[in-house]
């Protein structure tokens, strides 16, 4: 999971220049047969789009603020605090199924 501009992929889906499949339909085939092999299309489409997707923020630049927070941190549980906010950006946020062990006071996190 990662947090993705959404504003930019509506403008994307809205503006029709998107990704494009093409699909082959024949007046020979059941309306259902066509709905199936477009709602696919669309889907395939809808993906790639969503690949192409910037995150919402720079991964780096926010790295970079963190570890800059914990150099004028004179707390160690607030330098692991930071510590575990980096591990969480770095992988793209909290909820991922793995878990890793954080070193902080708090134990393990699910990252």
Do not use: Q
């Amino acid at each position: 999971m990662r947090l993705i501009d959404a504003d930019y992929l509506k403008e994307v889906l809205n503006s029709g220049t998107g990704e494009a499949v093409e699909i082959k339909i024949s007046k020979s085939m059941p309306l259902e047969k066509i709905v199936d092999i477009v709602i696919h299309a669309y889907r395939e489409c809808l993906f790639a789009e969503l690949e192409k997707v910037p995150t919402a923020y720079d991964v780096d630049k926010v790295v970079r603020k963190l570890e800059k927070g914990i150099e004028e941190s004179a707390l160690v549980t607030l330098k692991a605090g930071f510590n575990v906010a980096i591990e969480i950006v770095k992988s793209g946020g909290i909820g991922r199924k793995e878990e890793k062990n954080v070193k902080a006071s708090h134990g393990k996190y699910v990252i």
